[in-house]
């Protein structure tokens, strides 16, 4: 597609379970990127992949959240027996390859946790 | 890590009036990029401008890379243009990362 696509847009799950995020990148861009933006927390880095090299995982906030990035192109952001503090709104980017390049945004996934 | 400050917080303006966003950080960088959220939550690319001067319509963003600091100039103002504009830098020989400012929330009063 044209831009960066994250799906769900919404989802609603209950405190403890798992719960899967997807994005796909803009064709051709090899860098992909997760934040995350809450209301306490602003807009905050989690993960960052570029190629085939290992990816960045400094951001993530504990290990109960992890990604994986298949074949160069999707990635799933899984957050495992989620907590209500995990409520927020997932942001995938990507950027034509790693280094100083403009990061395009998808619309993001809004995540509560009931 | 790098520290990004935005202001105003906050900013009420009358259609058709101009403004001027400021953003200040606390470390050389090699990426800057402006976006507005709108009201939907969506981010929009307004420029990326890690030094320079860039103009895109009613909108034009200035960087001083060597004084750290880049403003975001919105003329003729239009109630299309409210939302929160943010700031986000990425650290020179950093990991490729961007840091967010906290924003600025523009309201335009018809």
């Known amino acids: 597609g044209a831009g960066v696509s994250q799906s769900p847009s919404n989802k609603v799950t209950e405190k403890g379970k798992d719960v899967e995020l997807r994005c796909d990148p803009i064709?051709?861009?090899?860098?992909l990127y997760w934040y995350r933006q809450s209301l306490g927390q602003g807009l905050e880095f989690l993960i960052y992949f570029q190629g085939n090299s290992a990816p960045d995982k400094s951001g993530l906030p504990s290990d109960r959240f992890s990604a994986e990035r298949t074949g160069g192109s999707v990635s799933t952001l899984t957050i495992q027996r989620t907590q209500q503090e995990d409520s927020a709104v997932y942001l995938c980017?990507?950027?034509?390859?790693?280094?100083?390049?403009?990061?395009?945004f998808g619309d993001g996934t809004r995540l509560s946790i009931l | 890590g790098i520290q990004v400050e935005q202001s105003p917080p906050d900013l009420i303006l009358q259609e058709g009036a101009n403004s001027t966003l400021r953003c200040n950080f606390s470390?050389?960088?090699?990426?800057l990029q402006w976006f507005h959220q709108n009201p939907w939550g969506q981010l929009i690319n307004l420029f990326y401008i890690p030094s320079g001067t860039k103009q895109n319509g009613r909108l034009s963003a200035t960087t001083v890379a060597t004084e750290r600091y880049s403003l975001l100039y919105i003329s003729s103002s239009q109630t299309t243009d409210s939302g929160v504009y943010f700031c986000a830098v990425e650290r020179s020989f950093g990991n490729e990362k961007l840091t967010f400012g906290t924003g600025t929330r523009l309201t335009i009063i018809p």
């Open positions: 980017a990507s950027s034509l390859s790693g280094g100083p390049q403009p990061q395009h």
């Open positions: 064709s051709g861009h090899t860098a």
């Open positions: 470390d050389s960088v090699n990426n």
